[in-house]
């Protein structure tokens, strides 16, 4: 069966990130563990330690670590920090990957950045198509087809992951209740923000919540 062409250049391009790869050497250093990243149907070995990194059901990745065969780390008493390292640095993979997909290009049409801008400065409300379309200065048709050719996704897609990414910051303080968070991002409904947010991040906002409280809670400096 052949791999999906944006698949692997998806992968392609995480693994050979600035941030995966500098992790990875003072990971394999301070662990003796060599971590790689893979889709999710790859097969691993039994002993690999894996954990998911939220980029979204489109784009199902996985981070793996395993053990370097010789090395004289001490680690077996450490699995549970260790996927708690892991499981931190997933998280940061998983913002990156959709910072990059929000960011504008450099060679960017004009009109797709002032649809851009204008759409972050909505984000909390109700958008109408023609709205973005008047700010760029340009028909509606027209922004939807020079948008999906300068940034590799539809508009939509586009308001939908910004939406998510701005309800994961909020999601971070423990009082704030999904029902209100949903709201104030600009979701009409929660259960049209359950269904985006898992598609875009990979997990529930309740798991995405819980998560981070447990590795706010994890004290990776004693190991």
């Not at 994961?168 to 709201?183: C, F, G, M, T, V």
């Not at 947010?197 to 409280?213: D, M, Q, V, W």
Request: aromatic content about 8%; glycine content about 6%.
């Amino acid at each position: 069966m052949k791999k999906n062409p944006s698949l692997s250049t998806f992968l392609h391009k995480m693994k050979n990130s600035s941030l995966f790869l500098t992790y990875r050497d003072a990971f394999e250093l301070a662990t003796g563990y060599r971590i790689s990243l893979a889709m999710t149907q790859e097969n691993a070995k039994p002993e690999t330690l894996i954990v998911p990194v939220p980029v979204g059901r489109t784009r199902p990745l996985k981070l793996m670590a395993i053990r370097i065969e010789g090395s004289t780390h001490e680690t077996n008493d450490h699995t549970t920090c260790m996927k708690g390292l892991l499981e931190a640095f997933a998280l940061q993979l998983g913002e990156e990957s959709n910072r990059a997909m929000l960011e504008s290009r450099q060679a960017g049409s004009g009109a797709v950045i002032r649809a851009k801008e204008y759409i972050s400065k909505n984000i909390g409300t109700k958008i109408h198509l023609d709205d973005v379309a008047n700010a760029a200065g340009i028909c509606s048709f027209q922004l939807c087809r020079i948008f999906k050719r300068d940034t590799g996704i539809t508009m939509t897609e586009y308001m939908s992951r910004k939406r998510v990414q701005s309800a994961k910051n909020l999601l971070r303080d423990p009082y704030r209740q999904i029902a209100e968070i949903s709201e104030q991002v600009g979701f009409t409904s929660l259960s049209q923000f359950g269904r985006n947010f898992l598609r875009f991040a990979g997990e529930s906002p309740t798991e995405f919540r819980s998560r981070i409280k447990e590795l706010e809670h994890c004290d990776l400096a004693a190991a």
